[in-house]
């Protein structure tokens, strides 16, 4: 899954700056977990892994990815069951179709997010998961919506986000949804997934490194995954706007503030139960390198603080920028 922010070309880097800098760790948070790549990158190298994310739908996908230690037999027929499911003779016009009813072209709806028969595909997916989950464990229910939660990506009519949809048919939209295994790691050790604000959620959990990836700028995270937070909760909410916006936007950050952020930190960082903290950021981040070094040197001991930074590719969409100046960064400090 393409998102804003995304580590899979940092994930290297940042078991890197760990294997080289620390000692003893065995238990990891990932606090602002996204996609969950890292968290999984974590898992793989065989760490215990704790993944937290505010917004429902990366919950589930780390609750169904990073909490699974197999793909069964039993998973396998219900992915075969999910993608026969037929959409013949079913309403797009029906309100309780929420995905078809609004984000696909009808006589009730003009927004081109998804070709009618894929919307259907969708909303008919979501509510037979729902109906299964009588029958199935917690991580089974979470692998089966994080498989539909994979898989819209690739038919959406969206350039990278869904805080807009594009005015013509993509290619890709004509394609059927179709939910795909997704490979998990088996692991003897505990990993768990957690859907609370980062503030609330430092005071519970202890662990041996917190890995930090919080918003680096203005950009909120839920208006640009609205339609995946929609599909995760399927709660039928209040929209609104050309784009059908989710009306209840409680998940904006004091990161995505620059008058903020500096506090933001320094508070996260202060209640931070852990020995070792990386934390990513670039050097265009609404919190300067300058004052982002001192909050941190604060809040740790700074003879063991350590800044590395890496040349990256600017996220635009699908057009690739490679623009001079932009730096990800790793901050790493002893607590």
Same mark, same amino acid.
């Given at each position: 899954?393409?998102?804003?922010?995304?580590?899979?070309?940092?994930?290297?880097?940042?078991?890197?700056?760990?294997?080289?800098?620390?000692?003893?760790?065995?238990?990891?948070?990932?606090? !602002?977990?996204?996609?969950?790549?890292?968290?999984?990158?974590?898992?793989?190298?065989?760490?215990?892994?704790?993944?937290?994310?505010?917004?429902?739908?990366?919950?589930?996908?780390?609750?169904?990815?990073?909490?699974?230690?197999?793909?069964?037999?039993?998973?396998?027929?219900?992915?075969?069951?999910?993608?026969?499911?037929?959409?013949?003779?079913?309403?797009?016009?029906?309100?309780?179709? !929420?995905?078809?009813?609004?984000?696909?072209?009808?006589?009730?709806?003009?927004?081109?997010?998804?070709?009618?028969?894929?919307?259907?595909?969708?909303?008919?997916?979501?509510?037979?998961?729902?109906?299964?989950?009588?029958?199935?464990?917690?991580?089974?229910?979470?692998?089966?919506?994080?498989?539909?939660?994979?898989?819209?990506?690739?038919?959406?009519?969206?350039?990278?986000?869904?805080?807009?949809?594009?005015?013509?048919?993509?290619?890709?939209?004509?394609?059927?949804?179709?939910?795909?295994?997704?490979?998990?790691?088996?692991?003897?050790?505990?990993?768990?997934?957690?859907?609370?604000?980062?503030?609330?959620?430092?005071?519970?959990?202890?662990?041996?490194?917190?890995?930090?990836?919080?918003?680096?700028?203005?950009?909120?995270?839920?208006?640009?995954?609205?339609?995946?937070?929609?599909?995760?909760?399927?709660?039928?909410?209040?929209?609104?706007?050309?784009?059908?916006?989710?009306?209840?936007?409680?998940?904006?950050? *004091? !990161?995505?503030?620059?008058?903020?952020?500096? *506090?933001?930190?320094?508070?996260?960082?202060?209640?931070?139960?852990?020995?070792?903290?990386?934390?990513?950021?670039?050097?265009?981040?609404?919190?300067?390198?300058?004052?982002?070094?001192?909050?941190?040197?604060?809040?740790?001991?700074?003879?063991?603080?350590?800044?590395?930074?890496?040349?990256?590719?600017?996220?635009?969409?699908?057009?690739?920028?490679?623009?001079?100046?932009?730096?990800?960064?790793?901050?790493?400090?002893?607590?």
């Amino acid at each position: 899954m393409r998102y804003l922010g995304g580590k899979g070309l940092m994930t290297d880097n940042i078991l890197g700056v760990v294997d080289e800098n620390t000692q003893g760790v065995r238990s990891v948070l990932d606090m !602002f977990s996204g996609s969950g790549i890292v968290a999984r990158a974590f898992k793989e190298a065989g760490f215990s892994v704790a993944a937290n994310d505010i917004l429902y739908f990366s919950y589930a996908i780390n609750r169904g990815t990073l909490c699974n230690n197999r793909t069964s037999r039993k998973l396998r027929e219900l992915l075969a069951h999910l993608n026969h499911l037929p959409i013949e003779n079913i309403d797009p016009n029906d309100v309780n179709n !929420f995905i078809a009813h609004n984000y696909s072209p009808n006589e009730n709806c003009q927004r081109m997010y998804f070709q009618p028969k894929n919307a259907l595909k969708i909303d008919i997916i979501r509510q037979e998961i729902e109906r299964l989950r009588g029958e199935l464990n917690e991580n089974e229910y979470y692998y089966l919506l994080a498989s539909l939660l994979n898989a819209v990506p690739f038919v959406a009519n969206i350039t990278g986000t869904y805080a807009a949809y594009l005015k013509y048919w993509d290619v890709r939209t004509y394609k059927d949804l179709t939910l795909e295994e997704i490979p998990v790691c088996s692991s003897r050790k505990r990993c768990t997934a957690y859907n609370m604000n980062a503030d609330e959620l430092v005071r519970d959990v202890r662990c041996d490194l917190v890995y930090l990836d919080p918003p680096y700028n203005e950009r909120e995270y839920l208006p640009n995954y609205h339609i995946l937070e929609t599909i995760a909760r399927y709660d039928n909410p209040e929209i609104k706007g050309i784009t059908g916006m989710r009306v209840q936007n409680d998940c904006k950050s *004091d !990161f995505c503030r620059k008058k903020l952020v500096r *506090d933001a930190f320094n508070n996260l960082l202060q209640n931070l139960n852990c020995k070792y903290v990386i934390v990513s950021y670039n050097n265009e981040g609404l919190l300067p390198t300058e004052e982002l070094v001192e909050v941190i040197q604060n809040n740790g001991k700074a003879d063991t603080f350590r800044l590395f930074e890496y040349e990256y590719r600017r996220y635009k969409n699908k057009i690739p920028n490679n623009t001079i100046g932009l730096k990800e960064q790793l901050y790493f400090i002893k607590k």
